[in-house]
């Protein structure tokens, strides 16, 4: 008898699981041959789930609180294992305690990238990645179809999977939202929210819901990236002309003041200054390059003639030109000052000479 009464002494009367750790999920009550002492006192604090489990069957789940292990506690338990009479034996069971707070900052990514059609670009690929939060809300569900008879399961074991359905359903959503490529960043918000919708039916079978899902970034590969910054810059600068005036004039003052390398250096730098003002006059103009008249000198015109441009004229011969037919008020004229091609109407200088030209006999 005195044998009797200390081993059921030594049997565990106190059920509670402490975590100290933070990446767990389940994890199983150890104690000698599954025994538990008849009345023993169960205790499963908040954001944790105990679920008892008899010969490989979930029989009973208990919420956050203070149980004593009785018949009238374990309605399923007591009716398994014949307690209908409230037997005072201890019983075996195993217990796992489901941790039901949230888990938060799960990365996601896409490990490849994602191919994809954009009506601005065409088939081009993106990456993304994120983070989400979830937690446990079926921990009967969790034990069953996932942890099993883990003595401890760790979020490590089933993030790897949940980002397989993110991933998936990220590409779908994204496809399904037609949403072009340098818009992507102004709808993150509206993307998130329709991926979390997505993921939630697999998620759910795993007892676990999606609390939170947020998108960081999507990004373009390197050499589109490039490509776009290019665009950007072009953007940034403006006026071609302008901007490479600029560039030249400060290459020649540059080169003006750097005393090294003696004559050579000094005529590279000039060469290479003619060299840009060379492009430049090509850029900004678009023509030949003629050098502007002599002080005092008659301001020449280029005449825009049988659709190829012709000059440079003098006064004389734009005279000559009006009296043969040939030039008109609208014909288009420039001289070097002129910002663009011109009607010839439009020109106070050709007044005379258009003015002076005799109208069509009747």
């Given amino acids: 008898m005195d044998f009797w009464k200390k081993l059921k002494g030594e049997l565990i009367d106190i059920v509670e699981w402490l975590d100290d750790s933070r990446d767990t999920l389940v994890y199983r009550f150890e104690r000698?041959?599954?025994?538990?002492?008849?009345?023993?006192?169960?205790?499963?604090?908040?954001?944790?789930?105990?679920?008892?489990?008899?010969?490989?069957?979930?029989?009973?789940?208990?919420?956050?609180?203070?149980?004593?292990?009785?018949?009238?506690?374990?309605?399923?338990?007591?009716?398994l294992l014949g307690w209908k009479y409230g037997f005072e034996s201890p019983f075996k069971a195993e217990v796992y305690f489901v941790n039901t707070r949230q888990f938060t900052d799960c990365k996601w990514g896409t490990s490849n990238p994602i191919m994809l059609r954009d009506a601005e670009f065409g088939p081009m690929r993106l990456r993304a990645f994120g983070t989400y939060a979830f937690k446990v809300t079926d921990a009967a569900?969790?034990?069953?179809?996932?942890?099993?008879?883990?003595?401890?399961?760790?979020?490590?074991?089933i993030t790897d999977q949940l980002r397989n359905f993110i991933v998936t359903c990220f590409s779908d959503a994204l496809a399904e939202s037609k949403v072009p490529a340098l818009d992507l960043a102004s709808n993150y918000e509206e993307l998130s929210s329709l991926i979390a919708s997505k993921i939630r039916p697999p998620f759910k079978a795993y007892g676990i819901d999606v609390t939170a899902f947020l998108i960081e970034n999507i990004s373009l590969p390197p050499e589109v990236e490039a490509a776009l910054d290019k665009r950007t810059s072009m953007g940034?600068?403006?006026?071609?002309?302008?901007?490479?005036?600029?560039?030249?004039?400060?290459?020649?003052?540059?080169?003006?003041?750097?005393?090294?390398?003696?004559?050579?250096?000094?005529?590279?730098?000039?060469?290479?200054g003619f060299a840009m003002a060379n492009q430049m006059a090509g850029a900004m103009a678009g023509s030949a390059h003629t050098p502007p008249p002599m002080p005092g000198a008659a301001a020449q015109f280029f005449v825009a003639l049988d659709g190829k441009q012709a000059g440079p004229f003098d006064m004389g011969t734009l005279q000559q030109l009006a009296q043969s037919g040939r030039l008109s008020s609208q014909t288009l004229v420039w001289k070097q000052g002129m910002a663009a091609w011109t009607a010839a109407a439009s020109v106070p200088e050709l007044s005379t000479v258009i003015g002076s030209t005799p109208p069509p006999l009747p």
């Avoid at 944790?48 to 399923?76: R, S």
């Avoid at 002309?241 to 000094?266: C, E, L, R, V």
Wanted: aromatic share 6%; no cysteine; hydrophobic share 40%.
């Fill in 32 to 79: 000698m041959n599954n025994e538990i002492k008849y009345g023993a006192k169960l205790v499963v604090r908040e954001s944790q789930v105990a679920v008892f489990v008899d010969q490989g069957k979930i029989a009973d789940v208990f919420t956050p609180g203070l149980y004593t292990l009785e018949t009238k506690n374990l309605p399923i338990l007591s009716t």
């Fill in 141 to 157: 569900a969790l034990v069953k179809e996932v942890a099993g008879t883990s003595g401890r399961f760790t979020a490590d074991g």
């Fill in 236 to 272: 940034v600068i403006g006026d071609m002309g302008k901007f490479t005036q600029f560039q030249t004039a400060t290459a020649i003052g540059d080169a003006a003041k750097n005393p090294s390398g003696g004559g050579m250096a000094q005529g590279m730098g000039i060469g290479a």
